[in-house]
């Protein structure tokens, strides 16, 4: 099955400065690849997800780029705020066509990110 | 806003008992699935449901077991209780059509004592 690691498991910045978190996965067959934000005792918040047909994808602060070839995948966020603190989880899944693909989603470990103002 | 809300938040179970979690969607979102969080760690799959059928299954026994209704709700129902049972249940659902975007919960803290 799919096997998803991620580095650095904690990771402290200075308010203004960039984050990088990056992911491995093993099944060449996934094709789906959200990043999820969780807040303390709160539920994982989608933030951003990107599809094997594309590259790299931005939302304002927020990147992720993807190399199939490699098999990995990486969140890039800039300008961070305190806000920013919190656990960050990627994850890989294969989504076929219709109602029954299968979206299991596989996690990585997560990324504790502390930003100090 | 997720559009997906799960109940109870928190909950206190013994060992050995039955417990039964449950979940709403939105409208349209015909595919549910439930996850595991344990304390520091990654969400792990468990089951996922497709128009009230389980298509999918990770790696969990079958004291765990699942509904989904045609209201867009659904049950995540845990038999024979075990200490290591204590975890974030978490809900997730997907609507046809959205490729594979998937929305969680805020999730049932379930502790086994």
């Known amino acids: 099955g799919e096997n998803v690691e991620q580095h650095p498991s904690t990771l402290s910045v200075q308010e203004g400065d960039s984050a990088v978190i990056k992911c491995t996965y093993s099944d060449s067959a996934s094709n789906y690849f959200p990043w999820y934000k969780q807040e303390l005792g709160k539920g994982p918040q989608l933030i951003i997800d990107?599809?094997?047909?594309?590259g790299e994808k931005k939302d304002q602060r927020i990147a992720v780029t993807l190399n199939k070839t490699a098999k990995h995948f990486s969140l890039h966020i800039t300008e961070t705020q305190p806000e920013d603190s919190a656990v960050y989880f990627c994850a890989a899944s294969k989504a076929g066509t219709g109602g029954t693909s299968y979206g299991k989603l596989t996690f990585g470990q997560g990324t504790i990110l502390t930003v100090h103002p | 806003e997720t559009g997906v809300t799960q109940s109870p938040t928190h909950l206190i179970k013994t060992r050995g008992q039955q417990v039964t979690l449950r979940c709403s969607s939105q409208?349209?979102?015909?595919?549910v699935s439930w996850y595991q969080q344990a304390l520091g760690q990654g969400p792990q799959f468990i089951f996922q449901y497709y128009r009230e059928e389980e298509n999918g299954r990770g790696n969990f026994p079958p004291r765990f077991s699942g509904l989904q209704f045609p209201n867009y709700s659904s049950e995540l129902n845990v038999n024979a209780l075990e200490l290591d049972d204590s975890a974030l249940y978490l809900c997730?659902?997907?609507?046809?059509?959205?490729?594979?975007?998937?929305?969680f919960g805020e999730g049932s803290w379930l502790t086994v004592v």
């Open positions: 990107i599809r094997s047909n594309v």
């Open positions: 409208s349209g979102h015909n595919t």
């Open positions: 997730a659902s997907r609507a046809q059509g959205t490729g594979n975007t998937i929305y």
